[in-house]
């Protein structure tokens, strides 16, 4: 479950999800005990009003390097272009867009927890 907002000591990396449903803003690094969390910020119209800022500890999911190593696996990508983590409807998520062989523009999503297949969308 996540964690109420945990003071960010410094920034690791930030990231910008802007999903079907809900755009959130990333901020990661080690919180005041020194543990990398990602504190997910909620933006724009879209996304619910109730949706509060929520955190997670890095190590509580899957990395950014398995995350792109899942979608190499599972979708034997030409071209890895962008991997941002997200959350999507109260699920936090690994988005990664790719190109095909064929130059088609694909996204694979990907649970941050459980590293499961959470959605993907094909042929842009």
């Known amino acids: 479950m996540p964690k109420q907002k945990k003071g960010i000591q410094s920034i690791s990396a930030f990231y910008y999800y802007n999903g079907i ?16 969390t990602a504190v997910f910020v909620p933006r724009g119209k879209k996304t619910n009003k109730s949706s509060k800022v929520v955190s997670y ?18 979708k ?3 071209k890895i272009l962008t991997t941002n983590i997200g959350m999507d409807e109260g699920t936090p998520i ?17 649970n941050f927890i459980t590293g499961a297949w959470y959605r993907q969308i094909n042929n842009l």
């Open 57 to 74: 500890r890095m190590s509580d999911g899957i990395s950014k390097k398995d995350a792109n190593n899942i979608a190499i696996k599972e």
């Open 94 to 110: 690994w988005e990664i867009s790719y190109r095909k062989e064929d130059g088609t523009l694909n996204y694979f999503e990907i």
């Open 76 to 78: 034997q990508p030409a």
């Open 21 to 36: 449903k809900d755009t959130y803003s990333v901020i990661v690094g080690p919180n005041k005990k020194g543990v990398e």
